[in-house]
């Protein structure tokens, strides 16, 4: 690559770098689809974005920023890899489907009834189909993996049980009005970090870096998933719907014990235990309840915590890039993806 060339890589925008990584990886995720039974194919097709309900083409659907794999790709990349072997793709494939198996389970398990500005897909084909759908999703991205990369089906087998972990504890702490700091964190770890953890690291990994360039960019994608989740988890109370593409506070209205609402109950303030009491009425929560309670987690310190600590575990995952200094028009890409991803409004 030219000094020249370098150069207009770095200028890159992370929409760019998203797009440009997403065109590499979608086509290989669709083809790979075709191999599923029609009822899951469909509804993976669906829940990707790519066919309305009917089976028809969807000019206006959206897949989502395909995060995990563009990490898979670039992660390769700053190994030494182009970005486009066949090994790379796989891996970055795997990723996505399992990001999207966990998806599909997920909306059941929360009720969500909005995906991406969509219904989710379990309110269109019913919850025991799409629960299939998921199952075959994970299914075929360890069928993938394996065909050119076994070696790292292990490490990816790890990281889905560490997300089946945090999804189970996530349960857990609905409605539990004991939870701490720690179990939150905890299971933010499983659900959201070990994943971006893997997909940072995968793509390398099957082209084969050595063990302290995975490590170091499986610590990156873990401290990358763990700010991710901490944003996400302040949009949940104030993103709006257009940013989040559900309505505004979902996550108090599903009384979730997010980072910011756990911080806030255990600040041990006056406005801690009024936001007990609103979590704790059994009727489902007015607009005006939601719009209050949102007031009581900001007041009780809770968002101010959340921020704080997810701009801690940034500068942790870009101090891990430099760490690995990979070449600089790698380095570059990795770390405008990072800062876009956790500049989200909320």
Known sequence: MTDTQ????????????????????????????????????????????????????????????ALRPALAVLGARTVGAAGDEPAVIDAAVAVELIHNFSLLHDDIMDGDRTRRHRPTAWTVFGENQTLLAGCALQTLAFEVLAEQSPAAVPSLG???????????????????????????????????????????????????????????????????????????????????????????????????????????????????????????????????????????????GGRSWTRERADLHTREALARLDRLAPPPSALADLAEVTRFLLSRTW
């Open 6 to 65: 370098s150069a207009d890589t770095v200028q890159r925008t992370a929409a760019e770098i998203l797009g440009e990584t997403k065109k590499l990886v979608d086509p290989e995720i669709e083809r790979r689809l075709e191999e599923l039974h029609p009822m899951m194919r469909g509804i993976a097709r669906y829940h990707f974005g790519w066919q309305d309900a009917a089976g028809r083409p969807d000019p206006h659907g959206s897949g989502g920023k």
């Open 158 to 300: 790890a990281m889905v049980q560490e997300l089946i972990a945090g999804q189970s504890e996530d349960l857990q702490l609905e409605g539990n009005e004991s939870a701490t700091v720690d179990q939150c964190l905890r299971m933010e770890q499983g659900k959201t970090a070990s994943l971006l953890s893997a997909s940072a690291s995968l793509g390398a990994q099957a082209y084969g870096a050595d063990a302290e360039q995975v490590r170091l960019l499986a610590e990156y994608g873990h401290h990358l998933g763990m700010a991710f989740q901490l944003v996400d988890d302040m949009l949940g109370i104030w993103g709006e719907t257009d940013t989040t593409g559900k309505p505004v506070a979902a996550d108090l209205a599903a009384r979730k014990r997010s980072a910011p609402v756990v911080a806030a109950l255990t600040a041990g303030t006056a406005d801690s235990e009024r936001l007990r009491a609103v979590l704790a009425r059994p009727e489902e929560l007015s607009p005006a309840d939601l719009i209050l309670a949102a007031d009581l987690v900001e007041h009780a």
